[in-house]
């Protein structure tokens, strides 16, 4: 489990790299993952996701607002 925090630092490093966002996801529905990626939920099953898309120019501008404002604030 340790290596998925690995793996995740370079899917985010690498995304940036080419102008895509991701977020890591660690609290999902099992059920409904096992299902869709045909696991049997014992031996197979998801621990940590991170979906990888475009990021809208709109959500750098409220990213960047948010930054401004947790260094205002001193948090």
């Known amino acids: 489990m340790v290596d998925l925090?690995?793996?995740g630092e370079n899917i985010y490093l690498a995304s940036t790299?080419?102008?895509l966002g991701t977020c890591g996801i660690g609290a999902c529905v099992t059920s409904i993952c096992d299902e869709m990626f045909e696991l049997d939920g014992e031996?197979?099953?998801i621990l940590y996701s991170?979906?990888?898309?475009?990021?809208?120019?709109?959500d750098?501008?409220?990213?960047?607002?948010?930054?401004e404002?947790?260094?205002k604030e001193g948090l």
């Open 43 to 45: 031996n197979e099953f």
């Open 17 to 19: 790299s080419i102008g």
């Open 5 to 7: 925090g690995h793996v």
């Open 60 to 67: 750098f501008a409220k990213e960047k607002s948010f930054y």
């Open 50 to 58: 991170q979906p990888v898309g475009k990021v809208n120019p709109e």
């Open 69 to 71: 404002f947790v260094e």
